[in-house]
């Protein structure tokens, strides 16, 4: 079998699962409990996350441990838009992790666009660009397509939301670009 679909899942390394079950088996105490094996615990949790950010994004940079893209999709989403009024763009090529969320807040009455695909799978920047307005809160667009590999230009969504809406958040779903390409090279994430 030729499994093409390791950026969703992927067999994991031996030395992976033998240290997985050794903490499952020493360590499974919840880490955030106050006595000490549970102390412990968290201490190997924040270890990970540590080591990933340092190892992955390259900076001193917040983990924060989730069941996957779509709970942290979500929660990106939600939490930063909550109750602010405003526009939310994003293209109408997003995994439906990102694509359900801005199709539920349509549905629950806030302004939303879809920016379209060019030829190349790719977000049509100028389109993206055209719909951007003074209100805009939020824009989603993912990092690299899960469906056709196109890795979309974050700088310069950035670049133009610094001219139209300079309040306005980025948001980037770059599951497929992690461990592959900087998906935040040149752009002033927050």
């Not at 349509?106 to 049509?124: F, N």
């Not at 307005?133 to 667009?141: A, E, F, G, H, K």
């Amino acid at each position: 079998m030729i499994y093409l679909d390791n950026c969703a899942t992927t067999e994991p390394d031996e030395a992976v699962i033998a240290r997985m079950n050794e903490i499952e088996r020493t360590c499974y105490f919840n880490p955030h409990a106050f006595y000490r094996p549970a102390m412990r615990a968290e201490a190997l949790v924040r270890e990970s996350a540590d080591t990933l950010a340092r190892m992955t994004l390259g900076a001193d940079a917040r983990v924060i441990f989730t069941s996957g893209g779509t709970e942290s999709d979500n929660l990106a989403i939600l939490g930063s838009v909550g109750n602010r009024r405003g526009h939310v763009l994003t293209t109408a090529g997003e995994h439906p992790a990102v694509y359900e969320v801005f199709r539920h807040m349509e549905q629950s009455g806030r302004s939303v666009g879809y920016a379209p695909l060019g030829r190349d799978g790719a977000v049509d920047v100028g389109a993206l660009i055209g719909m951007l307005q003074p209100d805009t809160i939020l824009v989603s667009v993912m990092s690299v397509s899960n469906e056709t590999g196109a890795v979309n230009d974050l700088s310069a969504v950035k670049k133009a939301m610094r001219a139209v809406c300079p309040e306005a958040l980025l948001h980037t779903d770059a599951v497929q670009a992690f461990g592959h390409i900087d998906a935040c090279t040149d752009v002033d994430m927050y």
